[in-house]
């Protein structure tokens, strides 16, 4: 019997915490705070269902979904600071709770655990060495992606296509999300990951960060992070590119003075007149056009795949979560 | 033959700037600007010949000292932030140079190479997994010890005993300074490392970071980093917490009052006066005695220790770096 999301979320969870207890309570509090908030899971779930997907054990599968679930964690500590952001699942960012320096020093030790995690199950026999390969790509593209991001906002770039957003993304969030679960799933039951998961995997990855750049926008109750926050940091989403490209001049001059502000800067009456263009041009509907559209592509090719694996029960719940990746809501 | 010194620290260089190549150039001089300003790789050093003397290869003993020094890089990018420092090696910190959310992100693209490195070596079948087991433990212990540092100065602490200082800095520096070092150079030619390295490794590399703290008041010319930076950063040195303790009613008033100023707002004459003060009251000479203690006790317990191990040549060098440690002048 293969576990129901719940109970890999639940367990996952468990682990999550479990690895970060730590014998100066104060200490503990600031590393588990990101991962006892909870958050969808999402990659931890894809890993554990890729794994078993495959013949991996469960266990096998569990570990190396909690040290991907660790990787999104440290991470998310740091772009918080990187982006400056005000929010993280519904409640402050960690450097907003702490002084930044201990928050961004808690996200190095989370980094480490993530590697003290892989180590042990690397030790214990449970993960072969090419899953540890594995997440060194993880965090290897996921940097490189990061630096662009943070390079285009901070030096001011307004001049970028879709092709720059989809090679920044691919690196920055595509790779961690789809890519690297799939392909773990194959290495943690000793196999060699198809060329496809990489193809496959980076479209449905693209498309995943499409939306939630959309969400941004978009978003109701169940959204944990500050609307329109991107606006304020001054992301280079393909909703903001693909609408700088076709606005007329006065408004794509009025929209680069906006960006070219610090966030404390921007006026809120600008950001709610940017927001609000970037719905009635279009570019928002444009954006999920091309998230769905990559998305079947990806959809399209790995399914007939999916369905040839031993693991019959996690394959059906993997298709279920890949396809899910740009129905989100939150 | 055992290479020299100057050999080993040479090829260091060559496999941290090799392994931090890339692809866009201006990504890959962010990656490689710590580690291409030199700096003694003293850790590097320590884990080269302590490899050798234990009967390790040079080429696994060169692989985990590259690793070792990136740790050290990774480290030195996240502390000049979280401290506010201005220099580093003699030049600016790294977030001086670039917009400070482009540094933090280095700081994990070089924390997740270290690891790229050791998974490689792993793969290789040239380190065997013990070898990360501790390159795990020398984050967790180093992050651990940075947190009570930071923590302490960020939230005012004052009350702070020696007691607490060598155990903050056992974690902090120590640890990966000092015990790392030899317990990797048994772990890279297959064996237990005695529990002595720790016990003593930990006495070292105490009185070493002794030693950097009175440098930071001491320094001459061959000091990369800024003079008095701690009393501007408001750290809790052995020092400051000695001069604390024993100084009259007033003056320790008067220089707590300076101590809870933020950096900024530190007047630059009461820096002055308090630095005069930590030299006069005798507190720097104190702590000197105290490193010069600590590093004799380490070394009576290793010396007939590491005149026992097969590399003779090797245990040389390593017992003169050890010797070294306290006798430093940058």
Redesign the interface.
């Known amino acids: 019997m293969v576990p129901s999301p719940q109970e890999v979320k639940d367990a996952l969870q468990e682990r999550l915490l479990g690895h970060l207890a ?1 014998s ?1 309570p ?2 503990q509090a ?1 590393l588990q705070e990101y991962p006892s908030r909870g958050g969808k899971r999402l990659r931890g779930l894809l890993v554990v269902y890729a794994g078993l997907a495959h013949g991996a054990s469960l266990e096998a599968s569990l570990w190396a979904g909690a040290a991907l679930e660790l990787f999104q964690n440290w ?1 998310l500590i ?1 772009d918080d ?3 400056g952001s005000e929010e993280r699942r519904g409640r402050p960012a960690l450097h907003r709770l702490y ?4 928050a ?6 989370l ?3 993530m ?2 995690l892989l ?2 199950g ?2 214990a026999g449970i993960l072969p ?2 899953v ?2 594995e ?2 790509q993880v ?2 593209r996921t ?2 992606g ?2 662009l991001d ?2 285009w906002t ?1 030096s001011g770039r307004l001049d970028l296509s879709p092709g720059d957003y989809f090679r920044m993304v691919a690196h920055k969030a595509a790779y961690y999300t789809a890519v690297a679960p799939l392909r773990l799933g194959a290495l943690l039951a000793g196999q060699t990951p198809p060329s496809l998961y990489e193809e496959a995997g980076l479209k449905l990855g693209i498309a995943f960060q499409i939306m939630d750049d959309v969400l941004n926008l978009e978003g109701d109750e169940a959204y944990g992070k500050e609307l329109a926050g991107d606006l304020y940091e001054g992301k280079r989403t393909l909703i903001l590119i693909r609408y700088l490209q076709e606005a007329p001049p006065e408004e794509r001059t009025r929209a680069e003075a906006l960006l070219r502000l610090p966030r404390e800067a921007k006026p809120e009456a600008e950001v709610r007149w940017l927001w609000e263009r970037l719905l009635a041009s279009g570019a928002v509907a444009w954006a999920k056009e091309e998230a769905k559209r990559l998305a079947h592509k990806a959809l399209d090719a790995l399914i007939p795949h999916l369905e040839q694996l031993p693991g019959r029960d996690a394959a059906s719940h993997l298709q279920a979560l890949l396809t899910a990746l740009v129905e989100r809501r939150a």
Chains 1, 2 share one sequence.
């Open positions: 730590h100066d104060g200490y600031l991470v740091h600071i990187e982006d002084p930044m320096p201990l961004l020093n808690a996200g190095d030790a980094h480490g655990e590697w003290g180590v042990q690397l030790e060495p090419p540890l390969a997440f060194h965090v290897r940097a490189y990061q630096h943070l390079l901070l």
